[in-house]
């Protein structure tokens, strides 16, 4: 079974993102993925493009304050993922038509769909504990939600 701590990049944690919308979050949690080395530079602007095409086709913000934008990339060599949080909120033309306050962005190799399901189903199956999207939403550092990660792998939450 793979776990949060497989894929979640603690370096591509962004405890306070800064931007107020969903297309600067998605920027940040990129350069955020890309800064870590999850991700060359120069795939960086085709990242980005592929992800907000992707939302302007469905959101990806699935309610209940949390959206899970994804993109798979043959560039990619290793699935990465980051976790942003909003204290604001986001407009994320979520489903539930409610503010984002936890973003979690996947990078996946295109040539592992079976990889990029799972991670998909683990975060999905966390999201889905109210416990834990609060204690997400309340985190303001990356520790606290590096910490959260490991509690949620070891099904204490």
């Given at each position: 079974?793979?776990?949060?701590?497989?894929?979640?990049?603690?370096?591509?944690?962004?405890?306070?993102?800064?931007?107020?919308?969903?297309?600067?979050?998605?920027?940040?949690?990129v350069?955020?993925?890309v800064?870590?080395g999850?991700?060359?530079?120069?795939?960086?602007?085709?990242?980005?493009?592929?992800?907000?095409?992707?939302?302007?086709?469905?959101?990806?913000?699935?309610?209940?304050g949390?959206?899970?934008?994804?993109?798979?990339?043959?560039?990619?060599k290793?699935?990465?993922?980051?976790?942003?949080?909003?204290?604001?909120?986001?407009?994320?033309?979520?489903?539930?038509?409610?503010?984002?306050?936890?973003?979690?962005?996947?990078?996946?190799?295109?040539?592992?769909?079976?990889?990029?399901?799972?991670?998909?189903?683990?975060?999905?199956?966390?999201?889905?504990?109210?416990?834990?999207?609060?204690?997400?939403?309340?985190?303001?550092?990356?520790?606290?939600?590096?910490?959260?990660?490991?509690?949620?792998?070891?099904?204490?939450?």
């Amino acid at each position: 079974m793979i776990k949060l701590r497989d894929f979640i990049v603690p370096e591509a944690i962004v405890a306070q993102l800064q931007s107020q919308d969903r297309d600067g979050a998605i920027v940040e949690m990129v350069d955020a993925l890309v800064a870590a080395g999850c991700a060359p530079k120069t795939l960086r602007q085709d990242l980005i493009q592929m992800i907000v095409d992707r939302e302007k086709k469905g959101s990806t913000g699935f309610g209940k304050g949390v959206a899970v934008p994804h993109v798979k990339h043959e560039k990619i060599k290793k699935m990465a993922a980051g976790i942003g949080v909003s204290a604001k909120g986001l407009d994320f033309h979520a489903l539930d038509k409610a503010p984002v306050f936890s973003v979690f962005l996947l990078l996946s190799p295109a040539n592992k769909p079976d990889e990029h399901l799972q991670a998909m189903e683990n975060i999905f199956s966390h999201l889905q504990k109210d416990t834990f999207r609060r204690f997400l939403r309340q985190s303001t550092t990356r520790q606290q939600i590096a910490d959260l990660i490991e509690e949620a792998d070891a099904q204490q939450i």
